[in-house]
């Protein structure tokens, strides 16, 4: 059996896309390969999120559903869950060590969309669970923030969420790590925060932003994919916030990246209402 990734995304949807193809791997021992390895010639069954939810389910409850083994799985879609992958987890990251030059691929819309971008780039799976030689940005209670596209649409935390939340945790101070605003709105989201809490700004490359998460004692997430990621495969972090988010669909089941994990309640804003907010905000 071969298992691939079909490239979706930026790099926390292909993380966990490729979480997924490992679980192939650790069940029926199925070989992880890149899409590029497919020729025109070669014909695969594509893995959809409702069909890996229907074995999912059934294999965690004792129900191992066979497949066929000598063809070729090409998984397309988000796969967020935690059930599974923390079942794993130990045989995940051991996999991931051994293997530490898989490429995870986004796709990049290059442009495609008006409220933000991404490239099509390149990982290697080693950049997940190693953090870099050199690397030297380390913060205690670290929180994520995602701005950019969220804002456009609609579905941005309100600040005043941030705010309550970060005044219950009553840390000396946090690292803020936040794609480098490209808006005045944003940077007034974030001057909002800064007037009430003493913040260290971190706007890197995703993978320095990636193990500045990855590498906290507390890590307060987003809704972004890659913040769960940092936290599910972080061997440093103590405690993860994460938002109740609503689950609109069904593959979104990925709530506790780690066992100690608490969710928080919070409340999403338009464009319009940030902007009212922040007129009058004090």
Not at 196 to 219: P, Q
Not at 221 to 246: E, H, K
Request: proline share 4%; hydrophobic share 35%.
């Amino acid at each position: 059996m071969r298992v691939l990734s079909v490239p979706l995304g930026r790099l926390g949807n292909a993380i966990f896309r490729y979480l997924a193809t490992i679980i192939y791997h650790i069940v029926f021992d199925a070989t992880i390969i890149h899409h590029t390895q497919i020729t025109d010639a070669d014909k695969y069954l594509m893995v959809t999120d409702e069909q890996f939810i229907h074995w999912m389910n059934a294999h965690l409850n004792g129900d191992n559903l066979g497949l066929d083994e000598d063809k070729t799985y090409g998984f397309l879609g988000y796969f967020q869950h935690d059930a599974i992958y923390l079942k794993y987890r130990l045989q995940i990251i051991d996999y991931i060590r051994k293997h530490p030059t898989d490429i995870l691929t986004t796709d990049g819309n290059n442009g495609d969309r008006d409220d933000f971008t991404y490239f099509h780039m390149n990982y290697s799976s080693g950049h997940i669970v190693n953090t870099p030689q050199g690397f030297n940005k380390y913060y205690d209670t670290v929180v994520h923030l995602r701005l950019e596209d969220f804002i456009t649409i609609g579905n941005v935390i309100h600040p005043l969420s941030v705010k309550q939340l970060l005044e219950s945790i009553g840390a000396p101070s946090y690292c803020l790590v936040v794609n480098a605003p490209n808006t005045e709105l944003e940077l007034r989201y974030i001057e909002y925060l800064g007037k009430h809490f003493n913040l260290i700004i971190e706007s890197n490359d995703v993978l320095t932003d990636y193990h500045i998460m990855k590498n906290a004692k507390t890590l307060v997430c987003s809704c972004s994919t890659i913040s769960w990621a940092a936290a599910f495969f972080s061997d440093t972090v103590q405690r993860v916030y994460m938002p109740n988010y609503p689950a609109n669909r069904p593959h979104e089941t990925f709530r506790k990246p780690i066992e100690n994990t608490l969710a928080y309640n919070y409340k999403t804003c338009s464009k319009h209402e940030l902007e009212e907010f922040l007129r009058t905000a004090v």
